[in-house]
């Protein structure tokens, strides 16, 4: 069972635009989220994160929100680059995971010139 | 920042081989983990570590064992290697403590033939 899903395993946004990815989780007991980026052939960069106790988080031209109730982040990137595509993880943690990372399967993100 | 580094960027095996990765972290941090990735499957863990010596089981241990003899190195053994554990190998690194960020290697693609 998917404790943290990501269902859009692709998204295609235009340059200059917003894009917006998506994350849904199950278990009500994580209490902090992290976004990671991932081009071919590298590994993962840790982005931004979120604690529970925060709806926002926001660095750059990267936002993160948290809302709890619906069990529910998303990721804004204001204005896309081109350099923003590739492959966008969202992931979680908290007492029950151990503080293990649980982690989504990952949105293809494409920056459209 | 912890820099990790892993030995192989590809890796090329034959069925039933027993198969080294290797992963060196620069800081002096505890933590090291061993993960897979796969298309639509994200990223798995299968084992990791806490301090010298110590190794726990992750999601999907099977078929693998690990080795901590010293802080700054893991290494992942596949123990005779098959073609179901073709994919890609990510280790990584963090600080102690709750909620932190874990930083990756660039990766091993491995392939068994």
């Known amino acids: 069972d998917q404790q943290v899903k990501q269902n859009s395993p692709s998204l295609s946004v235009q340059e200059g635009r917003i894009s917006i990815l998506n994350c849904d989780y199950t278990n009500s007991m994580f209490d902090y989220f992290l976004w990671y980026k991932k081009y071919p052939a590298e590994g993962p960069t840790f982005l931004i994160s979120i604690s529970s106790i925060k709806d926002k988080n926001e660095d750059g031209r990267f936002t993160v929100f948290l809302n709890k109730s619906a069990k529910h982040l998303s990721l804004h990137i204001v204005p896309s680059q081109p350099g923003d595509s590739a492959v966008y993880f969202c992931?979680?943690?908290?007492?029950?995971?151990?503080?293990?990372?649980?982690w989504g399967a990952g949105t293809k993100l494409i920056i459209k010139p | 920042d912890v820099k990790v580094t892993q030995s192989s960027r590809y890796l090329v095996k034959r069925t039933g081989e027993k198969v080294f990765l290797e992963c060196v972290q620069d800081m002096d941090h505890e933590n090291m983990f061993w993960y897979r990735q796969d298309p639509g499957l994200g990223l798995r863990l299968i084992y990791f570590?806490?301090?010298?010596?110590?190794?726990e089981k992750g999601d999907i241990p099977e078929g693998y064992s690990v080795s901590r003899e010293k802080k700054e190195r893991f290494s992942l053994i596949l123990e005779s290697a098959s073609t179901n554990q073709t994919s890609m190998y990510l280790c990584a690194g963090s600080n102690t403590g709750d909620y932190q960020p874990q930083h990756f290697g660039d990766g091993t693609r491995l392939s068994i033939l």
């Open positions: 570590s806490y301090d010298v010596k110590m190794k």
């Open positions: 992931a979680a943690s908290g007492r029950e995971s151990n503080y293990q990372l649980i």
